[in-house]
């Protein structure tokens, strides 16, 4: 039915972006993608480059966005989104939850494109509700180092239905709780591959804070799943994505040794500065309007994703910079 549609993915060649272009493709749909290559990689969709129903653009969508022809659909993905990479890189940060999306934004009244915008857990901060529905605020620290991705993002939820209402432009906003998956950058920081690179390289998992911390993991998958189910709903307004099944990263860390077979130990780090102490979605919303639930369990989804990093040469996972995330703690 979407067969010959138009869709235009920024942050073509990052962990989801690609996983995005890869599920469009699939359903037939002409898959223009975008990234500047800051934190995307090539690689995740060099193997879409052969195919005639696939473009790439390599630009920043924080400047003017030109694309030649109709467009029926934008996705903005395009971010940097982990803590390491917000202590890196924050004005890119922000301007590409800013900037970038009022790019989009633009560009899809100009084309008359429906426009889908990755929002994040982020907005509800460190969580005073649990677990988290679409109707709680949040609990953000403005000026924290988590501040130019949170507010970036609540930034762009704002703008995104300021040209729903003012404009009649057809949106969806998806809160995108923690998900995992092949393609996952090796140094993102991020605490799934921190802990599988450890793992390979024979180092001790580096546990942040006394690991009672929880986050509940989605398998990259029954994301895309979600998004495209809403992408094509009627739903203006914010649904949350991802697996209620929470586990403390203690215990995450424990499996993760379980599954590489290692026999790593487990060290205890600083816990960075606003770091949620409990994450989990209330997926109510998705269950009611798309029909969604998640279908890969995390042994399953584990089980694929270390397949995935099996395949990274030794000079790859060798190259990684140490979790260092002492600047971002303030003491
Ligand atoms: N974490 C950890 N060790 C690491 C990397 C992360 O204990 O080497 C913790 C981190 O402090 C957080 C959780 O794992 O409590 C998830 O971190 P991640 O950066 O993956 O995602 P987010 O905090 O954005 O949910």
Redesign the pocket.
């Known amino acids: 039915m979407e067969k010959n549609k138009r869709v235009l993915i920024t942050g073509a060649a990052g962990f989801l972006g690609s996983h995005l272009c890869d599920r469009f493709i699939k359903e037939g749909f002409h898959v223009i993608g975008m990234d500047n290559l800051i934190t995307g990689n090539l690689r995740n969709i060099e193997h879409l480059f052969p195919l005639e129903n696939f473009e790439f653009y390599h630009h920043d969508v924080s400047k003017f966005i030109h694309v030649a022809g109709e467009l029926d659909y934008i996705l903005h993905f395009a971010s940097p ?4 990479d917000y202590l890196k890189i924050p004005i890119q940060t922000l301007k590409v939850g800013s900037l970038g999306i009022h790019n989009c934004l633009g560009l899809a009244k100009a084309k008359n494109a429906r426009v889908l915008i990755a929002s994040t ?2 907005v509800y901060g460190d969580p005073a509700v649990h677990p988290q529905t679409e109707e709680y605020w949040g609990n953000v620290n403005p000026v924290g180092p ?1 501040g130019v991705y949170d507010e970036a993002k609540r930034f762009q939820e704002a703008i995104t239905m300021a040209y729903h209402t003012f404009h009649g432009l057809e949106t969806r906003i998806v809160r995108i ?2 998900t995992y998956g092949p393609r996952m950058r090796l140094n ?8 599988i690179g ?1 793992a390979l390289r024979g180092e001790d ?5 006394d ?1 009672s ?1 929880t ?1 509940s993991f989605c398998y990259v998958d029954d994301l895309v799943e979600g998004i495209y189910r809403l992408l094509l709903s009627d739903y203006a307004s914010p649904v949350n994505i991802g697996n209620p099944d929470e586990i403390t ?1 203690g215990d ?2 424990e499996e993760i040794i379980k599954l590489t077979g290692t026999d790593q130990k487990v060290i205890y ?1 600083d ?2 500065t606003d ?3 409990q ?1 989990r979605p209330d997926i109510s919303k998705a269950i009611s309007i798309l029909d969604w639930t998640p279908k890969i369990d995390r042994a399953e989804g584990l089980k694929r994703t270390y397949a995935y990093f099996k395949t990274l040469t030794k000079e790859e996972l060798n190259k990684v910079e140490h ?1 260092n ?1 002492d600047k971002y703690i303030i003491r």
Do not use: H, W, Y
């Open positions: 989104a982990s803590p390491i857990s982020e988590r709780f923690n993102d920081g991020r605490v799934l591959p921190a802990f450890q998992l580096t546990i942040f804070g690991g911390q986050r990263i995450f860390a780090q816990l960075p770091d949620p102490k994450r979790n995330f």
